[in-house]
């Protein structure tokens, strides 16, 4: 049976050049490709580099790049003509194998912003990155072992091909899962001059380091500075804490401290005495040992004239029913909170609207500035939890069995 029409000759093509890359043979049909040009190393790109490079192509060249350049023994020598520059540049070992694909992306995409004189990349993400057992370029074992990167290989590319990306006018560099094998006063130096508003350095293992990684940082700004899933303790954020004083200096208008359990009130109110606690705009410690101490800490902070709070996010911070209660009442004569999550706090009351639901309603019948709280809610009460929508204010209930799922959705933004 033939099948016609542009799709099939595509898939033919592919299937041509994969009959390349498994037996070594060219078939007649197939033009040579050019002489190899290795970009950093003797090691070709694997597939996958090949396949993140030709999504970055424009689409009128998407046959020529089938045909020509689907065999990973070559580097197309005239890759930069093609590429599409993404205002978004993500690195991660979904799309890449090695640190070669990682090189080859990073400087495609500089040669054509150059070349078509177009912003480079706005975003920069590194990781998740990682070997994945059954994850295969080519089919077999040996060039799996050949081709495949684990984190460390990756942090040390994006260190060597550094000098590209911190000319590039960065607004958000996020470094995601992956074991940093580089000196971190390296890296911080890099990332530092990069000068990026938002820095998020998530599940890194930064215990004991932060503080090295992030010293370069001193008489920066961040419009946000994320720290989740690093098991950070008391003791790493009271070092961290030299970077707000008067000789360091370090503007931060947001932090997120989520996913550390081993942060406790006693680093809340140690952040409530510092500098940052007058600049900081958004503050997330969520699944952090925050307790009811730590919500009567907020709500005394909160109903301060020096606090410029806008977004505070408790989610499983443990702060109890008589700790939420005296929250929200903080949160409701605030000149400056717009948004309050509090999700899955011991919301289990039996007597749920007796208990929290009409104390909530009543104090925030005449709201100062908050629009937007999200809370927990026993599915059964979902009913009664009516009471809220003639408040002047959107009320965002949780069924407490949802708690662990869809956690995005339930974080409210404004304007």
């Given at each position: 049976?033939?099948?016609?029409?542009?799709?099939?000759?595509?898939?033919?093509?592919?299937?041509?050049?994969?009959?390349?890359?498994?037996?070594?043979?060219?078939?007649?049909?197939?033009?040579?490709?050019?002489?190899?040009?290795?970009?950093?190393?003797?090691?070709?790109?694997?597939?996958?580099?090949?396949?993140?490079?030709?999504?970055?192509?424009?689409?009128?060249?998407?046959?020529?790049?089938?045909?020509?350049?689907?065999?990973?023994?070559?580097?197309?020598?005239?890759?930069?003509?093609?590429?599409?520059?993404?205002?978004?540049?993500?690195?991660?070992?979904?799309?890449?194998?090695?640190?070669?694909?990682?090189?080859?992306?990073?400087?495609?995409?500089?040669?054509?912003?150059?070349?078509?004189?177009?912003?480079?990349?706005?975003?920069?993400?590194?990781?998740?990155?990682?070997?994945?057992?059954?994850?295969?370029?080519?089919?077999?074992?040996?060039?799996?072992?050949?081709?495949?990167?684990?984190?460390?290989?990756?942090?040390e590319a994006f260190?060597?091909?550094?000098?590209?990306?911190?000319?590039?006018?960065?607004?958000?560099?996020?470094?995601?899962?992956?074991?940093?094998?580089?000196?971190?006063?390296?890296?911080?130096?890099?990332?530092?001059?990069?000068?990026?508003?938002?820095?998020?350095?998530?599940?890194?293992?930064?215990?004991?380091?932060?503080?090295?990684?992030?010293?370069?940082?001193?008489?920066?700004?961040?419009?946000?500075?994320?720290?989740?899933?690093?098991?950070?303790?008391?003791?790493?954020?009271?070092?961290?804490?030299?970077?707000?004083?008067?000789?360091?200096?370090?503007?931060?208008?947001?932090?997120?401290?989520?996913?550390?359990?081993?942060?406790?009130?006693?680093?809340?109110?140690?952040?409530?005495?510092?500098?940052?606690?007058?600049?900081?705009?958004?503050?997330?410690?969520?699944?952090?040992?925050?307790?009811?101490?730590?919500?009567?800490?907020?709500?005394?902070?909160?109903?301060?004239?020096?606090?410029?709070?806008?977004?505070?996010?408790?989610?499983r911070a443990g702060?109890?029913?008589?700790?939420?209660?005296?929250?929200?009442?903080?949160?409701?004569?605030?000149?400056?909170?717009?948004?309050?999550?509090?999700?899955?706090?011991?919301?289990?009351?039996?007597?749920?609207?007796?208990?929290?639901?009409?104390?909530?309603?009543?104090?925030?019948?005449?709201?100062?500035?908050l629009k937007i709280?999200?809370?927990?809610?026993?599915?059964?009460?979902?009913?009664?939890?009516?009471?809220?929508?003639?408040?002047?204010?959107?009320?965002?209930?949780?069924?407490?069995?949802?708690?662990?799922?869809?956690?995005?959705?339930?974080?409210?933004?404004?304007?």
């Open positions: 049976m033939k099948i016609w029409g542009v799709a099939a000759s595509r898939r033919s093509e592919r299937q041509r050049a994969d009959a390349v890359c498994q037996t070594g043979e060219r078939p007649e049909d197939v033009p040579a490709p050019p002489a190899p040009t290795r970009l950093r190393s003797e090691r070709p790109l694997s597939l996958a580099g090949l396949r993140a490079l030709s999504r970055l192509r424009r689409e009128d060249n998407e046959r020529r790049w089938v045909q020509f350049h689907s065999v990973a023994s070559y580097v197309p020598t005239t890759l930069d003509q093609w590429v599409q520059v993404p205002v978004d540049l993500r690195l991660d070992n979904q799309d890449l194998r090695c640190a070669e694909d990682l090189c080859a992306v990073v400087e495609a995409c500089d040669r054509e912003a150059q070349r078509r004189q177009v912003p480079p990349p706005k975003t920069l993400t590194l990781g998740p990155w990682g070997h994945e057992p059954g994850c295969s370029c080519h089919g077999t074992l040996e060039v799996l072992r050949e081709t495949s990167c684990e984190a460390s290989e990756a942090a260190m060597t091909t550094s000098a590209i990306w911190t000319r590039w006018p960065l607004r958000s560099i996020c470094l995601c899962e992956l074991r940093l094998s580089v000196p971190l006063e390296r890296l911080g130096a890099a990332l530092a001059a990069a000068a990026p508003s938002v820095l998020r350095l998530q599940h890194l293992s930064l215990r004991g380091t932060a503080l090295s990684l992030l010293q370069a940082f001193a008489g920066h700004e961040l419009e946000l500075l994320d720290l989740s899933g690093n098991a950070l303790t008391d003791d790493d954020f009271e070092m961290l804490l030299n970077l707000a004083g008067p000789k360091s200096a370090l503007k931060l208008h947001g932090l997120i401290l989520s996913c550390n359990p081993s942060i406790t009130q006693v680093s809340l109110q140690q952040l409530l005495a510092s500098e940052w606690a007058s600049q900081l705009q958004l503050l997330d410690l969520s699944e952090c040992s925050i307790g009811p101490s730590g919500a009567l800490l907020l709500g005394n902070f909160l109903q301060m004239p020096s606090s410029v709070l806008r977004d505070l996010c408790l989610y702060i109890g029913l008589e700790g939420l209660r005296r929250l929200v009442a903080a949160a409701a004569v605030c000149s400056s909170l717009r948004a309050l999550d509090v999700t899955a706090n011991a919301q289990r009351e039996h007597h749920w609207l007796e208990a929290l639901g009409k104390p909530l309603a009543e104090c925030l019948a005449q709201p100062k500035a709280l999200t809370l927990s809610c026993p599915e059964h009460q979902l009913k009664a939890a009516e009471i809220f929508h003639t408040l002047p204010l959107r009320v965002i209930l949780v069924p407490n069995e949802q708690n662990n799922y869809n956690r995005p959705m339930f974080l409210g933004h404004t304007d």
